[in-house]
């Protein structure tokens, strides 16, 4: 079973920089797509950016310019950077992948997210 383990949140000021990591235990391009997400309490996970086996990138417009999603196929991690933070950020962050399975299906792997505090 692959497992996701996020790491880099904390709390930062408003305009501050953090940098997320989502590191798994096996290759990550045998998946078919890397996202990132956000929880608020109370609130849905919210899609935040993916990104594709190709390398492609798509973000939503609500963070489009200020988060970034990459990675590192050789360190088996992608990374959500984020720039331009404010107390609305605020929200534990979570990697999921879609991990083709056995039988032909897709099961969705979810890391246990990482929490991310903007003070104003």
């Known amino acids: 079973q692959v497992q996701l383990v996020e790491s880099g949140g904390g709390l930062v000021q408003t305009g501050g920089s953090l940098r997320l990591s989502c590191a798994a235990s096996g290759s990550i391009l045998v998946f078919k797509a890397m996202g990132w997400y956000r929880q608020i309490p109370g609130k849905q996970r919210e899609l935040l950016a993916a990104?594709?086996?190709?390398?492609?990138?798509n973000s939503v417009d609500s963070v489009k310019g200020r988060f970034t999603v990459s990675r590192d196929s050789a360190k088996n991690t992608v990374y959500l950077q984020m720039n331009g933070l404010k107390p609305d950020d605020t929200a534990v962050y979570f990697c999921?992948?879609?991990?083709?399975?056995?039988?032909?299906?897709?099961?969705?792997?979810w890391g246990q997210g990482t929490q991310v505090t903007v003070s104003s």
């Open positions: 999921n992948a879609i991990n083709p399975t056995a039988w032909g299906g897709v099961e969705t792997i």
């Open positions: 990104i594709s086996p190709d390398g492609i990138t």
